[in-house]
Structures are given as C-alpha cells and as structure tokens.
Nanobody, 118 residues
C-alpha cells in the first residue's frame, strides 16, 4: 500500500519561494498522474499542478509561470517549486497519485501548510 508524505511548507513573505516535496513510501510503478492540490479556508480543494506518467504537465491558470512540478528519476517523489508567492497562495497543499485506471484508486497525502504573509 502506497502512502504519500508532503513536506516543505511554511511561512514565507510575498514574492518568496518554497519547494514542496511529496514522497511515496513504496514504489509507484503505474499511475495516470501525480498532482498537487490546495485548499484554502472556506474554499474547495483545487488542482494546482499535475504531471502525467508520460511527463506531460498541466497547471492552474493562477500559478502558470510561477510554479513548476517535477519528479525524480525513479518517479517516487514529486516536487512543486513555487516562486513569486502571493498571499492568495496561502492554503494547505496536498499531493495525490491517481491510479484509478489500474484499479487502485486515488491516494492522498496528509497535506502541508503554506502561508504567504508579510
């Protein structure tokens, strides 16, 4: 059973940067995509960025040009580099792995808090 653990969140000033990591506890051999989502207080969880197994990425319009999703060579850790952070980026950030097409459902991490404030 795969478990995901996010890290790298914290408090940063507007304009600053953070790098989030999402490590899988076990090998993830087959998946459709791994992604980063966020949920701000009082709002629904939303997609931030996603990387498909073939390497294609997509981003929410609000983070294009500022955030970059990547993964390591063995594809068990996914990163989210966040630059030019804004107060509206404040949220709990979650990673997930989508293995629905393989009958293994969607697995979520526990989340990491990102706060952008002066």
């Amino acid at each position: 059973q795969v478990q995901l653990a996010e890290s790298g969140g914290g408090l940063v000033q507007p304009g600053g940067s953070l790098r989030l990591s999402c490590a899988a506890s076990g090998s993830v051999f087959s998946y459709t995509a791994m992604g980063w989502y966020r949920q701000a207080p009082g709002k629904q969880r939303e997609l931030v960025a996603r990387i498909f197994s073939g390497g294609i990425t997509n981003y929410a319009d609000s983070v294009k040009g500022r955030f970059t999703i990547s993964r390591d060579n063995v594809k068990t850790t996914v990163y989210l580099q966040m630059n030019s952070l804004k107060p509206e980026d404040t949220a709990v950030y979650y990673c997930n792995v989508d293995r629905v097409q393989y009958g293994l459902g969607i697995t979520w991490g526990q989340g990491t808090q990102v706060t952008v404030s002066s």
